[in-house]
């Protein structure tokens, strides 16, 4: 069955890096697009990034562009979100999603992973 598993989250001084993956099982990853969402406490859900499923496009909510980079290694079958210069309001729980592209509705999700930016 289709699996995302996010991994890589945890906790990181205001200005450090984090590198999370999303590895994807029982389907093609070649076929779809991935994207990154996050929810914070008491925040809806927002999109992050997304990478199409050939990885020539990419696309970033305003509050991270210049600082997170979505990437892809399709024989690896994973995703990956680098994440630079963070700062205490990303804190929150990040799921990668499966998408036809990146402009349909995420079909599968993960379970998240944590990431807190704290001093």
């Known amino acids: 069955q289709v699996q995302l598993v996010e991994s890589g989250g945890g906790l990181v001084q205001p200005g450090g890096s984090l590198r999370l993956s999303c590895a994807a099982s029982g389907f093609t990853l070649a076929y779809y697009a991935i994207g990154w969402f996050r929810q914070a406490p008491g925040k809806e859900r927002e999109g992050v990034a997304c990478?199409?499923?050939?990885?020539?496009?990419?696309y970033y909510t305003d509050s991270v562009k210049g600082r997170f980079t979505i990437s892809r290694d399709n024989a690896k079958n994973t995703v990956y979100l680098q994440m630079n210069n963070l700062k205490p309001e990303d804190t929150a729980v990040y799921y990668c999603v499966r998408k036809t592209t990146c402009w349909s509705v995420a079909e599968y999700w993960g379970q998240g992973t944590q990431v807190t930016v704290s001093s």
């Open positions: 990478i199409s499923s050939s990885g020539s496009s990419t």
